[in-house]
T-cell receptor, first 116, second 114 residues
Framework: AQKITQTQPGMFVQEKEAVTLDCTYDTSDQSYGLFWYKQPSSGEMIFLIYQGSYDEQNATEGRYSLNFQKARKSANLVISASQLGDSAMYFCAMRESRGANSKLTFGKGITLSVRP | KAGVTQTPRYLIKTRGQQVTLSCSPISGHRSVSWYQQTPGQGLQFLFEYFSETQRNKGNFPGRFSGRQFSNSRSEMNVSTLELGDSALYLC?????????????FGDGTRLSIL
């Protein structure tokens, strides 16, 4: 079974609008971390935001917020006031705490295009 | 604070050759992980090193190996290169590699096999 599922193949958003990128995960661990990364066409992976499994509040980081619904095992990224520079691939990732699973596992990514 | 530095940025090799990629983590970071990214397979974990010890390993053949030095710098080696090894190889570092610590990535080494 896939650990991280990102099903939206491509997303389009108008500049200055908000957009939600979906991510669901699968784990039986109680302790895990969820991360979102941005990868522009140039290739570098940029860390955006982190949510811990025990965090009661949704994480926020500037224009990025994470809509964490633990019971549903979802960790959607919300980008407010989209900018042209937000056009990129976005990856959701999880790190579990147990032994062999303690590595960062990525979803397949979502392409976001911001229209002027 | 300098970020994660990977060298070289681009590399062209032929089948059967071997290659060594280098990664210098952010100062103070002791965990270094390596990933392979291809259009077909996405991002796949290769291995993680912490304090010169391999802590975790992905599902790759033994041709892929790595090591970490006492200054936390890491190298990755691929021997007997195959066409399918063409990929973007990303290195990431974190303080200690725990579940709460984000990994910070370098710009990657783009390896092309002819």
């Amino acid at each position: 079974a896939q650990k991280i599922t990102q099903t939206q193949p491509g997303m389009f958003v108008q500049e200055k609008e908000a957009v939600t990128l979906d991510c669901t995960y699968d784990t039986s661990d109680q302790s895990y971390g969820l991360f979102w990364y941005k990868q522009p066409s140039s290739g570098e992976m940029i860390f955006l935001i982190y949510q811990g499994s025990y965090d009661e509040q949704n994480a926020t980081e500037g224009r990025y917020s994470l809509n964490f619904q633990k019971a549903r095992k979802s960790a959607n990224l919300v980008i407010s006031a989209s900018q042209l520079g937000d056009s990129a691939m976005y990856f959701c990732a999880m790190r579990e705490s147990r032994g062999a699973n303690s590595k960062l596992t990525f979803g397949k990514g979502i392409t976001l295009s911001v229209r002027p | 604070k300098a970020g994660v530095t990977q060298t070289p940025r681009y590399l062209i090799k032929t089948r059967g050759q071997q290659v060594t990629l280098s990664c210098s983590p952010i100062s103070g970071h002791r965990s270094v992980s390596w990933y392979q990214q291809t259009p077909g397979q996405g991002l796949q974990f290769l291995f993680e090193y912490f304090s010169e010890t391999q802590r975790n390993k992905g599902n790759f053949p033994g041709r892929f190996s790595g090591r970490q030095f006492s200054n936390s710098r890491s190298e990755m080696n691929v021997s007997t290169l195959e066409l399918g090894d063409s990929a973007l190889y990303l290195c990431a570092s974190s303080l200690a590699g725990g579940v709460t610590q984000p990994q910070h990535f370098g710009d990657g080494t783009r390896l092309s096999i002819l």
